[in-house]
């Protein structure tokens, strides 16, 4: 590896230090031990232009900073009010910011979604010699990532439908906030990954050696009709004399006497903070010019396309919607009296989902609950990634996350659907929708409850929202109980 790109996976190290201990508050750890993995991400793996983070065809990485707007400035605000260096990274594509990912286990999920609608979209638009949608969908996960139940959900789907665009590198440090994570976690991941079905590796080399992790990061790269888990035993706060490998690291500043002796230990002059050596400064400028002339080859693809399918490229450009006029002429008209709302929802797909062809989604195994499966859908399986529905199966948090990172990968918006009392399950992602305003389509629910004597009423056999009631019942008729009852209806109807 040259000197320069070992210096500039070290100015990584520093800056990450320097930022949290300037803010006084932060994860130093896992970016001084996966700062080599960054660096060759960004600076070699991966395809993006900095210029331009919202290419189209660029590669995505949960999370990848590194363009104009993180200001030298915006760094040295970290976790300030009214920064844009959030202390978890806030949806900002102009930034290079995919999507808020929030708490663990969010963000994988998420990937799974990226991963889809780059399926989906290359299924739909590709044609033979105009490879226009062939990203890859990167993710940088850890041990709580691996802990939350929401990260087996969706990789568990994502093997299932074998998403070879998918690439996890699984930060194994084995250090979580409280110690070690043999304390809580002893399960053999890699195990666990090959069951889901999808291609593991170990690194099992030098994880300083920056070369020989990128010849290995390379080779997996290549592995198709499996997602790949590449399992990369860092050492967190690597460098630190007195810390790394210890909790001490992992969610707090190394402090300013264990910062001098870390820069010094890197042999880092001087130890001044935020410094940025010039021949890291140009370095980073060379691999700029680099990175756009890979969007501006694309941009050439791109009108070669236009002029063999000018009315796709015209759907690529767009997003493939359809005019006001057209969605209100379809729109059904019911008359009035008693239907149910699903059936009422299933038959305004059947009439408009032809319009949207970007628009892709379904149900977490309730689909003839929810009539979700609109008239003449293909399922999205491995042998059709041009199908439109999801059969997401019993997983309702990873359908709502996924959703998110379906409805932030450019052209595509999902919808999904399961019992209103389910959506419990669904609730931190749905909530991460909506603080980012993202357009994730509607959710459709069915509200069901259970009477103390066994029997089941949905709130969606009426229109008019009556159902039948005996003192034990959860009454939904309009005002709530005329019993007096604490019922959850009384929420619903507030």
């Given at each position: ?360 989604g379904g149900s977490a195994d309730l689909t003839p609950s929810n009539n979700t499966r609109f008239k003449d859908v293909q399922d999205f399986m491995p042998d059709n990634y041009k199908g439109r529905y999801i059969r997401y199966g019993v997983r309702e948090h990873a359908m709502a996350a996924i959703n998110n990172g379906i409805s ?15 959506s419990d399950y669904a609730r931190p992602a749905i909530r991460l929708a909506a603080f980012v305003s993202l357009s994730v389509g509607v959710y459709r629910y069915a509200r069901q409850y259970r009477t103390g004597r066994g029997r089941s009423y949905s709130s969606a056999g009426r229109a008019s929202g009556s159902i039948a009631c ?25």
């Amino acid at each position: 590896m040259k000197e320069t790109e070992i210096r500039a996976v070290n100015t990584i190290r520093c800056l990450s230090a320097d930022i949290v201990q300037k803010a006084k508050s932060g994860h130093p750890g896992m970016p001084m031990g996966m700062a080599g993995v960054a660096f060759l991400l960004f600076a070699k793996l991966m395809r993006h232009n900095p210029q331009n983070p919202k290419w189209f065809n660029r590669d995505r990485l949960l999370h990848l900073c590194g363009y104009e707007k993180m200001t030298m400035s915006e760094l040295k605000s970290f976790r300030q009010w009214g920064s844009l260096t959030a202390g978890h990274p806030e949806y900002m594509p102009d930034a290079g910011i995919e999507i808020t990912t929030g708490p663990l286990g969010q963000g994988i999920a998420n990937a799974v979604g990226l991963a889809m609608a780059a399926k989906y979209t290359a299924a739909y638009f590709n044609e033979s010699g105009f490879p226009l949608v062939t990203h890859k969908t990167f993710v940088i996960a850890g041990d709580g990532c691996m802990q939350e139940g929401i990260s087996g959900e969706a990789c568990s789907l994502a093997g299932h439908l074998k998403l070879d665009n998918l690439f996890v590198i699984y930060d194994s440090n084995s250090i979580t906030i409280d110690g070690s994570t043999s304390l809580s976690f002893s399960e053999d991941v890699v195990m666990r990954y090959r069951a889901y079905g999808w291609h593991t590796v170990v690194y099992n080399g030098d994880t300083e050696d920056i070369s020989a992790v990128e010849a290995k990061l390379r080779s997996e790269m290549e592995k198709q009709d499996k997602p790949v888990l590449f399992v990369f035993p860092s050492v967190i706060g690597y460098g630190s004399p007195n810390k790394a490998g210890t909790k001490d690291v992992h969610g707090s500043p190394l402090g300013d006497e264990e910062l001098k002796l870390t820069k010094q230990n890197w042999a880092w002059i001087p130890i001044a903070s935020f410094n940025i050596p010039a021949e890291v400064h140009d370095y980073f400028n060379g691999i700029k010019s680099r990175l756009q002339k890979t969007e501006a080859d694309w941009e050439q693809l791109l009108e070669k396309y236009r002029q063999s399918f000018p009315e796709k490229h015209a759907q690529f450009i767009s997003g493939a919607k359809p005019s006001a006029e057209a969605f209100s002429k379809a729109l059904p008209v019911f008359d009035s009296g008693e239907m149910a709302t699903r059936s009422a929802s299933g038959k305004v797909l059947d009439a408009v989902m032809p319009l949207f062809p970007m628009i892709v989604g379904g149900s977490a195994d309730l689909t003839p609950s929810n009539n979700t499966r609109f008239k003449d859908v293909q399922d999205f399986m491995p042998d059709n990634y041009k199908g439109r529905y999801i059969r997401y199966g019993v997983r309702e948090h990873a359908m709502a996350a996924i959703n998110n990172g379906i409805s932030v990968h450019g052209l595509t918006r999902a919808y999904g659907a399961t019992f209103l009392c389910f959506s419990d399950y669904a609730r931190p992602a749905i909530r991460l929708a909506a603080f980012v305003s993202l357009s994730v389509g509607v959710y459709r629910y069915a509200r069901q409850y259970r009477t103390g004597r066994g029997r089941s009423y949905s709130s969606a056999g009426r229109a008019s929202g009556s159902i039948a009631c005996d003192t034990r019942t959860a009454c939904l008729a309009p005002g709530g109980c005329k019993r007096n009852r604490l019922c959850m209806a009384d929420d619903f109807n507030r």
